[in-house]
């Protein structure tokens, strides 16, 4: 019940909640590393006040105050540290030792936590991903998705670590700084704080020119991953069509649109921090003129001077500092946007009273409708498939076979009033998503290979798998010989994609690995149609001898693939043009007549009829 709790929160997730979700198990660190920041602040406030004493009351005539007067009595007094003004030297050391010490803490439990932070961010980021629909999988691009769990999870941590806990240390030295200087010398402070409000209004102004510019190139940015990983993925096909000037110039193209973004951000970045340099440089100089003069005239002495410089320099610091963060809000806002997108996308989720039937039995279809956006695929289609019956759907590109398959395994969602999918009775939407996936054994048109080795590929749906089973599967696939003739056999690497297998072996793997399911229900999705026709013969030989009582569904453009099965069902457009067994569908005069002539006196490719 804990995570159902989560994830439903993760849906409304604003900028700060989510951050703070994030922080939940590295908040530990950051509170250590701010407690050592105010600690160094407060020992860099204490040496210019030793300065400053040490030139006014030790070596000047000013006197001591009376806790210091009794604190150094013990030892002998002023005199004797007039005399020994190594000591002085020694407490500046220590002071510098401790702060060093919580320097360091600072930097240890600042990293940890960063790290901390990082890491859960890209957890949390790949899980939710995981669970996301296929639907909003098909609406992001894979680059810009990668781009946004590390980029910008990166500039999230950096602005954290960097800014967030610094803010803590900067209200302390202002604070501090403001004190000491006050009691120092009052006009002098007054000038000094004038220089505050200019750098907060053009922080303030800077904050939506820097935003949007951010935005643009982190967009920008995404769309150039997106080009360098399809062509990454797709070098084959680049290369197979000479196409290599044409994405050379494409990524060149977004590459400069990128390039001049940041140039145009960095000329609002050098205007922002010229600025700053601008009008702290002439802070400093009007506090050095005026304090010089100061002390001519008697109202301030020399070790105030000293020491007020020394706090004005502690002051101008975290003055500038907050207008870096503001600064750098405005990236990080950018990013965390982003990221707050995917966080605040709703998760597949199961009716609270999903069930887990038995999913031996018939399928059935009833009146399904569908539609991509405003794009029509599937229009009041009804059939049935009794289980442990062998179904083919035959229909030309677009006619929507892998659409029907898409909505049985749950990878898109029927609406409610677009008709029901019902197996042995019991209507999918009302089952658990990942009891229906188990339950279906799917190979898609498109066989997707993890870069690894044959047989972790064939095996990766149990973690029970053993090499006899995995054999079996491949014998059953027709890829066990081929397999075995490789050098290192089923230990030998698949590239990524499987790009070091032929299409045909890359089919049948993928259809070894569906076997190893087990499944009461099996989808072929075309899944032959790299392999040559005798090949596919005796894979569906094979099937049928091995299937045992599963349904069996076969997608395909071949005829002779289809024409064993049971009852054949031909789509076109959408609508159920034909259906009926071989035998049945040859006396008619229809689509699948015409298929079946074609291919018995023509090539396969030029039929017009594929997945």
């Known amino acids: 019940m804990k995570i159902k709790k989560n994830e439903s929160e993760q849906q409304s997730y604003?900028?700060?909640?989510?951050?703070?979700?994030?922080?939940?198990?590295?908040?530990?660190?950051?509170?250590?590393?701010?407690?050592?920041?105010?600690?160094?602040?407060?020992?860099?406030?204490?040496?210019?006040?030793?300065?400053?004493?040490?030139?006014?009351?030790?070596?000047?005539?000013?006197?001591?105050?009376?806790?210091?007067?009794?604190?150094?009595?013990?030892?002998?007094?002023?005199?004797?540290?007039?005399?020994?003004?190594?000591?002085?030297?020694?407490?500046?050391?220590?002071?510098?030792?401790?702060?060093?010490?919580?320097?360091?803490?600072?930097?240890?439990?600042?990293?940890?936590?960063?790290?901390?932070?990082?890491?859960?961010?890209?957890?949390?980021?790949?899980?939710?991903?995981?669970?996301?629909?296929?639907?909003?999988?098909?609406?992001?691009?894979?680059?810009?998705?990668?781009?946004?769990?590390?980029?910008?999870?990166?500039?999230?941590?950096?602005?954290?670590?960097?800014?967030?806990?610094?803010?803590?240390?900067?209200?302390?030295?202002?604070?501090?700084?403001?004190?000491?200087?006050?009691?120092?010398?009052?006009?002098?402070?007054?000038?000094?704080?004038?220089?505050?409000?200019?750098?907060?209004?053009?922080?303030?102004?800077?904050?939506?020119?820097?935003?949007?510019?951010?935005?643009?190139?982190d967009e920008n940015e995404g769309i150039l991953s997106t080009i360098a990983q399809e062509n990454l993925t797709g070098v084959r096909v680049v290369r197979a069509f000479g196409r290599e000037k044409y994405e050379k110039d494409r990524f060149e193209k977004q590459n400069n649109i990128y390039t001049n973004l940041w140039i145009r951000l960095c000329r609002f970045l050098a205007m922002f921090w010229g600025a700053g340099d601008l009008i702290s440089g002439l802070q400093v100089m009007l506090i050095v003129i005026l304090g010089a003069v100061f002390c001519v005239r008697g109202s301030m002495t020399a070790g105030e001077f000293i020491a007020f410089i020394s706090y004005n320099a502690m002051l101008t610091w975290p003055v500038r500092h907050l207008g870096r963060m503001i600064s750098e809000m405005s990236k990080a806002g950018v990013s965390i946007e982003r990221i707050r997108y995917i966080m605040n996308s709703p998760a597949e989720r199961d009716k609270p009273d999903a069930i887990t039937p038995d999913m031996r039995g018939d399928i059935e279809f009833q009146n399904v409708s569908f539609s991509y956006g405003d794009i029509p695929v599937l229009s009041n289609v009804s059939f049935k498939i009794p289980h442990g019956t062998t179904f083919g759907i035959l229909g030309s590109t677009g006619s929507g076979k892998s659409t029907l398959m898409h909505l049985m395994n749950r990878l898109y969602n029927l609406p409610k009033e677009n008709g029901r999918i019902t197996i042995g009775g019991v209507d999918i939407a009302d089952m658990k998503g990942s009891w229906v996936r188990s339950n279906i054994g799917m190979v898609l048109q498109e066989s997707f290979l993890f870069s690894r080795t044959i047989a972790e590929n064939i095996g990766i749906t149990r973690k029970d798998m053993n090499l006899s089973d995995i054999r079996r599967a491949a014998s059953i696939a027709c890829i066990d010989d081929a397999i075995s003739e490789f050098t290192n056999g089923y230990d030998t690497m698949v590239g990524e994609r499987g790009v070091t297998l032929s299409g045909g072996q890359k089919q049948r793997t993928a259809i070894a690995r569906m076997l190893t399911q087990h499944t009461p229900i099996m989808v072929f999705d075309d899944s032959l149609s790299a392999v040559d026709s005798e090949t596919d013969a005796k894979i569906r030989q094979a099937l049928r001898k091995n299937s045992g009582n599963s349904t069996v569904i076969l997608i395909s453009h071949r005829v002779t693939t289809l024409m064993q099965a049971e009852c054949i069902m031909v789509l076109d457009k959408g609508l159920i043009a034909e259906m009926g067994s071989h035998d049945e569908l040859m006396k008619k005069d229809g689509i699948y007549r015409r298929i079946y002539d074609m291919q018995m006196t023509l090539p396969e490719e030029v039929t017009g009829y594929g997945a």
């Open 14 to 217: 604003t900028k700060v909640s989510l951050i703070l979700d994030f922080l939940r198990g590295s908040i530990r660190y950051f509170i250590i590393s701010i407690f050592s920041a105010l600690c160094v602040a407060g020992l860099d406030m204490l040496s210019p006040q030793l300065i400053r004493t040490t030139v006014d009351c030790i070596l000047g005539d000013n006197e001591l105050p009376e806790f210091l007067m009794n604190l150094i009595g013990n030892i002998g007094g002023v005199d004797y540290i007039r005399t020994h003004l190594w000591l002085i030297g020694c407490a500046i050391i220590i002071l510098a030792v401790f702060s060093g010490v919580f320097r360091y803490l600072f930097m240890l439990f600042n990293t940890k936590g960063a790290e901390s932070l990082v890491e859960t961010m890209r957890n949390r980021l790949f899980s939710h991903i995981q669970r996301l629909p296929f639907s909003w999988h098909m609406q992001n691009q894979t680059g810009d998705i990668i781009q946004r769990c590390t980029s910008d999870v990166d500039m999230v941590k950096n602005f954290v670590s960097e800014q967030l806990t610094s803010v803590f240390r900067i209200v302390i030295l202002i604070v501090l700084s403001l004190f000491f200087m006050l009691s120092m010398n009052p006009k002098l402070t007054l000038v000094a704080l004038t220089a505050i409000p200019v750098i907060i209004a053009y922080s303030a102004y800077f904050h939506s020119k820097i935003s949007s510019q951010f935005t643009k190139c």
